[in-house]
């Protein structure tokens, strides 16, 4: 049965083999966050108006597009949401566990622009040191920041 399979297989090469794998195979949106820090250390946090009430308050996050380069993510959604220039920098961390969605974070350095927040998404955006970010916060967010704190 395996030869048959194998046999078969090697016949549909092309078009028909990759909507196979894309149809055997699980789907996921990537969602990439930002831990940008301005030249005194301090973290780019945002009041998210789409997120719990109790918990407002995270870095800047957002999906990659189809096709996006994660880091150059980072990059369009803090411009997108605080009008804020960044320059991408390591990855943080790659965790996945989720639904249909991997998340991925990358470190990012302020160089510019004004800030002009985005009224849809965000309420609020505050630059914070590490040791006084707001009680409302995402506790996977406040981890990430302390995490590289060490680095």
Same mark, same amino acid.
């Given at each position: 049965?395996?030869?048959?399979?194998?046999?078969?297989?090697?016949?549909?090469?092309?078009?028909?083999?990759?909507?196979?794998?894309?149809?055997?195979?699980?789907?996921?949106?990537?969602?990439?966050?930002?831990?940008?820090?301005?030249?005194?250390?301090?973290?780019?946090?945002?009041?998210?108006?789409?997120?719990?009430?109790?918990?407002?308050?995270?870095?800047?996050?957002?999906?990659?597009?189809?096709? #996006? =380069?994660?880091?150059?993510?980072?990059?369009?959604?803090?411009? #997108? =949401?605080?009008?804020?220039?960044?320059?991408?920098?390591?990855?943080?961390?790659?965790?996945?566990?989720?639904?249909?969605?991997? =998340?991925?974070?990358? =470190?990012?350095?302020?160089?510019?622009?004004?800030?002009?927040?985005?009224?849809? #998404?965000?309420? #609020?955006?505050?630059?914070?040191?590490?040791?006084?970010?707001?009680?409302?916060?995402?506790?996977?967010?406040?981890?990430?920041?302390?995490?590289?704190?060490?680095?």
């Amino acid at each position: 049965m395996k030869r048959l399979v194998a046999r078969l297989w090697r016949l549909i090469r092309g078009p028909l083999q990759w909507r196979i794998l894309w149809l055997a195979h699980a789907k996921f949106m990537v969602g990439v966050t930002g831990v940008v820090r301005n030249e005194v250390g301090q973290v780019l946090l945002l009041k998210h108006r789409l997120w719990p009430p109790e918990r407002p308050w995270g870095l800047p996050t957002g999906y990659a597009v189809k096709g #996006e =380069e994660f880091p150059l993510t980072v990059v369009r959604e803090v411009k #997108e =949401e605080t009008g804020l220039d960044v320059v991408p920098g390591r990855l943080l961390t790659v965790t996945s566990g989720y639904k249909l969605r991997v =998340e991925v974070a990358y =470190e990012a350095l302020h160089t510019g622009g004004t800030l002009k927040i985005d009224g849809f #998404e965000i309420l #609020e955006a505050r630059w914070f040191d590490p040791d006084e970010m707001p009680a409302a916060m995402q506790d996977s967010h406040r981890k990430l920041i302390r995490s590289t704190e060490k680095a």
